[in-house]
Nanobody, 123 residues
């Protein structure tokens, strides 16, 4: 079965950190761009970050720039999202998505979605 599985979400206080993982099963991530998205209650889904299979500088939403870092470990078939200095407005369900190809980040076009992991930032 081809799927992405996220983990690492949870409850954290403002200013805290979490690291999300996105693991692929049934296929290898080497040739896929991976994006992280989030959706808060009552809000539209938004792109958070993307890392291309070809390398190069990752993309970040302005709201997370300087606080979040995306990385990939192809040997572990995993993409990570390190989230530091978390704020209450970061509270959302976080999803990873994969799109085959070297240059294009997932957006409207996605090959695989994960099931999501809840991140709650609250004191």
């Amino acid at each position: 079965q081809l799927q992405l599985v996220e983990s690492g979400g949870g409850l954290v206080q403002p200013g805290g950190s979490l690291r999300l993982s996105c693991v692929a099963s049934g296929f290898t991530l080497d040739n896929y761009a991976i994006g992280w998205f989030r959706q808060a209650p009552g809000k539209e889904r938004e792109g958070v970050s993307c890392i291309r299979s070809s390398g190069g500088s990752p993309n970040y939403a302005d709201s997370v720039l300087g606080r979040f870092t995306i990385s990939r470990d192809n040997a572990k078939n995993t993409v990570y999202l390190q989230m530091n200095s978390l704020k209450p407005e970061d509270t959302a369900v976080y999803y990873c998505a994969a799109l085959y190809g070297p240059l294009t980040c997932p957006s409207d076009l996605v090959d695989y979605w994960g099931q999501g992991t809840q991140v709650t930032v609250s004191s």
